[in-house]
């Protein structure tokens, strides 16, 4: 029997620091919801805006794959293990914290705002050596269809993390059905809305809205309007 | 009211810092910090904590070992897994924890 969770974008948690915007899905920092923790092993999904000229100030981070996904503008990212890089709409960044790394992010402009998600998944193993990884998947992306940005396989499309999951992105034109069957049916997928509207085995969702199933084999997802999509698959035992 | 006693072992300096003043500008709680399993050990069985967060550093099998150990001293006592490095679910871990005790 399939289950579902719905996390309607008006329900996320605000954290609204002036210079940094952050629409949480879960709990994070003083937002705090026993309901609301982690879908499996996602435990973190924030939707941040940044002003131009900000940024998140050197901050460690252990046991976590992070993956950025830049929607508006670009981050500079500086780390611990000498990565210097600029992250900018149509890339995917991960770190695998590990043994702990310490980073920071800014905005790479001055003036405009700088969009993306910020993506925390529990790793598979903890206390592994840290890593960084940026990859481009704008140039492999067609029309209408989902492409994979991320696996648990490094000779797989996309990046790569050290848990289970799978990750696909897509532009759509209204319209369409799409069926995305999932890699493991233990698994569950976790379906965010970038824009447009969507419905997703009968549940309709609007941008931003959150939609985790489990107990399923596949997504049946019909594009009311032009739409970009996230999908998540992950553990839902990890 | 009387602050929580957390013990938090991490073996990476910088990050065991990091919770350490984080934990602490809360107000709530009280920490003692330590870098190695055997100082875990020593601390946990001469304390009375409330909590344990157990950071990043150590290998997984010894990181197992060493909760086994606490758990064998006081197994009334929750130890927590950290994860983030002292982010932003460091007081979410923290009050799941103290549920659990």
Redesign the interface.
């Known amino acids: 029997m399939a289950k579902s969770v719905l996390h309607k974008a008006d329900t996320r948690s605000i954290a609204d620091h002036g210079w940094l915007k952050s629409f949480q899905t879960f709990s994070f920092g003083g937002n705090y919801n026993p309901e609301r923790i982690q879908f499996g092993a996602l435990r973190v999904l924030n939707d941040d805006a940044i002003d131009g000229g900000t940024g998140f100030g050197e901050h460690p981070h252990d046991n976590m794959e992070i993956i950025s996904i830049v929607l508006e503008g670009g981050l500079k990212h500086e780390d611990s293990m000498h990565n210097v890089a600029v992250i900018e709409p149509g890339e995917v960044q991960v770190m695998s914290a590990g043994t702990g790394i310490y980073h920071q992010e800014y905005n790479k402009e001055d003036q405009v705002p700088a969009k993306f998600l910020q993506i925390w998944l529990f790793p598979n193993q903890r206390n592994v050596t840290p890593r960084y990884q940026q990859e481009r998947y704008d140039t492999t992306l067609m029309p209408n269809q989902f492409i994979q940005i991320l696996s648990p396989d490094k000779d797989d499309a996309g990046v790569w993390i050290y848990q289970d999951a799978w990750f696909h992105i897509g532009k759509f034109e209204a319209g369409l059905q799409i069926d995305h069957p999932l890699k493991n049916a233990a698994d569950g997928i976790y379906v965010f809305v970038i824009k447009g509207s969507i419905r997703v085995n009968g549940q309709d969702l609007e941008e931003r809205d959150g939609f985790g199933l489990w107990e399923i084999d596949s997504l049946d997802i019909t594009t009311l309007t032009e739409a970009e999509v996230l999908l998540m698959e992950v553990p839902m035992n990890y | 009211m009387k602050k929580k006693e957390i013990l938090v072992m ?3 300096p ?2 065991l810092a ?1 919770l350490t003043r984080l934990i602490e500008k809360s107000g709530e709680f009280t920490v003692t910090a330590t870098a190695t399993a055997e100082e875990t050990v020593n601390r946990f069985s001469a304390g009375s904590f409330d909590l344990v967060l157990l ?6 099998e010894a ?1 197992k070992e060493l909760e086994g150990d606490l758990k064998k001293i006081k197994p009334e006592t929750p130890v927590v ?9 460091l ?2 871990e923290i ?2 924890g103290l549920n659990q005790g």
């Open positions: 991490c073996c990476h910088g990050i990091t950071g990043a550093g150590l290998a997984p990181e897994y950290h994860f983030g490095g002292g982010s932003g679910l007081f979410t009050q799941q």
